[in-house]
C-alpha cells in the first residue's frame, strides 16, 4: 500500500504515458537471498489489462543465471526528475514520475514472439511504431525476456 496516497496516479492511461516517457528500467532479481539489479532498456504492451515488460539481452551472463533458478522479478522505472529549490537544504525536493512492480520474468523461445517483443522494444525506445526486419542470425543472437506483472503502482511528485 502506497503511503502517500496524493501522489499515487491509479488511471491507466496515465501510468502509461509515465512509462512511455521512462527509457530504462531497473531489473531485480535474487540469487540465494542477495538481491540484484540490472538497469536495462526495455518495452512494454498492455493488452487486455495485462502489463508485460520486454527486455533483450547475450544468451549468458549472471541475470541469465539468475533468471535460471529464480522467475520472480521486480521492476522500477523513473523519469520527470527535476530539482525543486527551497530557501535551506531541508526545504529542497525533487519532482519525479516512477512506476514500480512485481512479476514473473521468463525466456521467450518462439521466433514470431521474440520478434514482436524486439518490436515492442523497439517502438518504446525510438518512438516510431514499426515493424522491423530482423535477420535469423540476429533472432538467434539475441535473448528476449518477458516479464508477466502481476502487481505495479505509480507515484508522481510535481513542481
Known sequence: MMRRKDREITEI????SVMDRCKVCRLGICENGSP????????YSFDNGILSLYFH?????KKIDIIRKNSRACFELDCDHKM??????CKYGFA????IGFGE???ISDKQEKIRALDKL?????????THEYNESEIDRVTVLKMTVNDFTCK???V
Open 156 to 158: 508522481q511528485k510535481t
Open 13 to 16: 492511461n496515465e501510468i502509461l
Open 105 to 107: 520474468i521468463g525466456f
Open 122 to 130: 523497439m517502438k518504446h525506445q525510438t518512438g516510431n511504431d514499426i
Open 96 to 99: 519525479f514520475s516512477s512506476v
Open 36 to 43: 540484484y539489479i540490472v538497469p536495462l532498456n526495455f518495452g
Open 84 to 89: 525543486i529549490p527551497g530557501e535551506c537544504a
Open 57 to 61: 539481452c547475450a544468451h549468458e551472463g
